[in-house]
Each structure stands twice: as C-alpha cells, then as structure tokens.
C-alpha cells in the first residue's frame, strides 16, 4: 500500500438545503468544485467572494487547494455550504484560526429554512381568496 505525504483537511457546511463536502489539502490556491473550476461554477463575483471568505480572511488562499463535492440547494446556498465547510476544514488545518473565524460567524450553521407548504392553502403563508357568499 503506498504511503502518502499529503494530509487532507476535511469539513462538512451546511446552508438552506446545500451540503458541501470540503477537503483542503496543501497548494497554491486552486479551488475546484463537482469537478469544475471555481470560475465556472459560481459565475457570479458576489458567490466566488462568499465562499472564499475563509480562505482570505485567514491568509490561506495561496497555501491551500480546495476540492468541494456539492449537493442541494441553489447557487446562493450552496456558496454559503461551501464558505461553512471551508470555515470546518480550516479549524482542523490549524485550531489557532478559530477565533478569527468564529468572530465573523463562518463556524455558525444558518438555521434559516423554507417555511413548509400547508394543507388547504396554495403556499407557506397565502391563503385562497375568501368568499362569504
């Protein structure tokens, strides 16, 4: 069996419905997520900054190649998955990152969901018009 140097960090984020399966290994700062370039997947400089938060706000874009496995949810949640298990990984790359970390609430799952549709009305919330007579 061979014996590999390389150490993988590894990290689970969670946003809405989106799961970000994140390994960090070391690098020089590719990111690469479902098998596509960071670029492509998230088109959107507003996504690419949000899931690199961690990253820049560290100092480790440059140290560490990032490879993302992402399920569920839509572009915005999913950039939010992958910025939670970025945030995850990082702590298990070097523990001493926790408080910057924990400081700009990247180590905090939103617990912000979808309100369920209910029975006998067209929505969450809405209601079907009423009538009296």
């Given amino acids: ?3 590999s140097k390389v150490t993988e960090y590894l990290g689970t984020g969670r946003r809405k419905t989106a799961i970000a399966r994140v390994r960090l290994a070391t690098g020089n700062g590719k990111i690469t997520i479902n098998g596509r370039t960071f670029e492509t997947y998230f088109p959107l400089e507003t996504q690419r900054s949000v899931a690199a938060q961690p990253l820049t706000l560290t100092g ?8 993302v496995n992402v399920t569920g949810g839509g572009p915005e949640g999913q950039a939010g998955a992958v910025r939670h298990g ?5 702590l298990q790359f070097d523990a001493n990152l926790r408080p910057a970390l ?3 609430g990247f180590l905090t799952r939103d617990p912000r969901m979808r309100e369920r549709k209910k029975y006998g009305q067209p929505g969450a919330r809405k209601r079907f018009q009423f009538s009296k007579r």
């Fill in 86 to 90: 970025i945030a995850r990984a990082l």
């Fill in 60 to 67: 480790t874009n440059s140290k560490l190649d990032a490879k």
């Fill in 102 to 104: 924990k400081a700009e």
């Fill in 1 to 3: 069996m061979a014996d």
